[in-house]
């Protein structure tokens, strides 16, 4: 009787490890032999790039020459201006305006920039007059392509020029989209009859670009 129950119990045993193995099975299919019953493998790859900001403005027209000319007669000051890519006028003078049209900026760089404007002298210093008046030295920016400049001071007006260290900025958002991203900047001279500098006479436009915010 003793050894029947022996029996018994290991008869059931074997059928409790064989319900284990049974119920197992699928699980260890799924998990340990997918890959190896199916010959398959997965990897992942990875894709890197850093694209670097690049602040580039160029001067596509960067003189302006007014040639010789004298104030006519009678006349107490000669005024000469351009008017973007049209030929300069020249008002009580005879000085060619054929090639005088605005400087022309463009922002080609890879990012929206600040753009600052600055010359060497402030009319006096470009005339000299004896009484220090009748003289004028100014300049006017204006978008060439439409939404070019944006944000700045006196967009599109003739203001007097600025000498002082930083500039005038004309745009806080110079966009470097191609069909939006150049400039004039016009520039208008008034001439005194009794201006001191004869001769030649020149100056120099400084343009600085900081970068901005925004797309």
Same mark, same amino acid.
């Given at each position: 009787m003793k050894l029947s129950n022996n029996l *018994?119990?290991? $008869?059931? $045993?074997?059928?409790? !490890?064989? /319900?284990i193995l049974i119920i197992s099975a699928p699980l260890f299919g799924v998990f340990d032999f997918k890959g190896? /019953?199916?010959?398959?493998a997965t990897n992942e790859g990875y894709l890197n790039i850093t694209i670097l900001t690049a602040i580039n403005i160029n001067m596509t027209r960067d003189s302006?020459?007014?040639? &010789?000319?004298?104030? @006519?007669?009678?006349?107490?000051?000669?005024? *000469?201006y351009t008017r973007g890519d049209d030929t300069g006028i020249a008002l009580r003078g005879n000085w060619s305006g054929e090639n005088a049209k605005s400087f022309v900026i463009a922002n080609?760089? #890879? $990012?929206?920039? &600040? *753009?600052? !404007?600055?010359?060497?002298?402030?009319?006096?210093?470009?005339?000299?007059? &004896?009484?220090?008046?009748n003289e004028q030295y100014?300049?006017? +920016?204006?978008?060439?392509?439409?939404?070019?400049?944006?944000? #700045?001071?006196? !967009?599109?007006?003739? +203001?007097d020029v600025n000498k002082t260290s930083g500039g005038t900025e004309f745009c806080k958002q110079f966009s470097n989209h /191609?069909?939006?991203?150049?400039?004039? +900047? @016009?520039? !208008? *001279?008034?001439?005194?009859y009794d201006a001191q500098n004869f001769g030649e006479q020149s100056d120099i436009l400084t343009v600085t670009a900081d970068a901005a915010g925004g797309a």
């Open positions: *018994l119990i290991i $008869v059931a $045993v074997i059928f409790n !490890l064989f /319900l190896f /019953l199916t010959g398959k302006i020459n007014w040639s &010789s000319g004298i104030i @006519d007669a009678g006349e107490t000051n000669a005024t *000469l080609i760089g #890879g $990012v929206n920039c &600040s *753009l600052k !404007l600055r010359t060497g002298k402030n009319a006096h210093e470009f005339f000299s007059s &004896s009484t220090n008046s100014m300049w006017n +920016v204006s978008n060439k392509e439409a939404n070019s400049c944006s944000g #700045g001071a006196m !967009l599109g007006e003739w +203001v /191609l069909s939006n991203n150049e400039i004039y +900047v @016009d520039i !208008l *001279l008034t001439i005194p």
